[in-house]
Nanobody, 124 residues
Framework: QVQLVESGGGLVQAGDSLRLSCAAS????????MAWFRQDPGKERDFVAT????????DYADSVKGRFTISRDSAKNTGYLQMNSLKPEDTAVYYC?????????????????WGQGTQVTVSS
């Protein structure tokens, strides 16, 4: 079992940076693929980025590639999403997710564990 708690969201201006954290409980996280998704009210939850348990492989949505960086610290049982050059269209609730298995997946149905989400608002 894995429990995930996100933090680090907030209100920023366009062009600013934020770093989201995802604190995990349970040893399963060490062997779990981790991902970030985001969701606007009334819209579907969209894939943002994912990272292999080893940290050696990552995948990003085209909309964030080159601006966002996903990482993880196994010693701290924590995942991160560094968000640079933020745009108003990045405004959403950001969710951390984890799945059993080693393959990088983009579908939310592939993930077994979810955090409660953290709000990111980017003003123009």
């Amino acid at each position: 079992q894995v429990q995930l708690v996100e933090s680090g969201g907030g209100l920023v201006q366009a062009g600013d940076s934020l770093r989201l954290s995802c604190a995990a409980s349970g040893r399963t996280f060490l062997t779990a693929t981790m991902a970030w998704f985001r969701q606007d009210p009334g819209k579907e939850r969209d894939f943002v980025a994912t990272i292999h348990p080893s940290g050696g492989s990552t995948d990003y949505a085209d909309s964030v590639k080159g601006r966002f960086t996903i990482s993880r610290d196994s010693a701290k049982n924590t995942g991160y999403l560094q968000m640079n050059s933020l745009k108003p269209e990045d405004t959403a609730v950001y969710y951390c997710a984890a799945r059993r298995g080693l393959l990088l997946k983009r579908g939310e149905w592939e993930y077994d564990y979810w955090g409660q989400g953290t709000q990111v608002t980017v003003s123009s």
